[in-house]
């Protein structure tokens, strides 16, 4: 079981740039697929970014690639999500997850933090 604290969220302006971050608790993080998920206002949760378990393969949602890089620190039991060239659309409340194996489907993650609010001005 592994328990998810994301943090980094805030308000910036497009244009701007964030970067995410996701504390994992838990000594079997490193077996764990980790993903990066956002819902927007009135929207449903939508798949952003994944990366497996070694940090070898990365995956993203065809809107935020070349905008967005998720990358992990085992070590650190850590998980990132590094936000460039942030537009309005972005805005969303984004969450941290963990599953067992490569999804790009909300449904295959086990395990989700509380989120973190990006909000991002014209």
């Known amino acids: 079981q592994v328990q998810l604290v994301e943090s980094g969220g805030g308000l910036v302006q497009a244009g701007g740039s964030l970067r995410l971050s996701c504390a994992a608790s838990g000594r079997t993080f490193s077996s764990y697929v980790m993903g990066w998920f956002r819902q927007a206002l009135g929207k449903e949760r939508e798949f952003v970014a994944a990366i497996s378990t070694s940090g070898a393969n990365t995956f993203y949602a065809d809107s935020v690639k070349g905008q967005f890089t998720i990358s992990r620190d085992n070590a650190k039991r850590m998980v990132y999500l590094q936000m460039n060239s942030l537009k309005p659309e972005d805005t969303a409340v984004y969450y941290c997850?963990?599953?067992?194996?490569?999804?790009?489907?909300?449904?295959?993650?086990?395990?989700w933090g509380q989120g973190t609010q990006v909000t991002v001005t014209s």
């Open positions: 997850a963990a599953t067992n194996a490569i999804s790009l489907r909300t449904s295959r993650y086990d395990y």
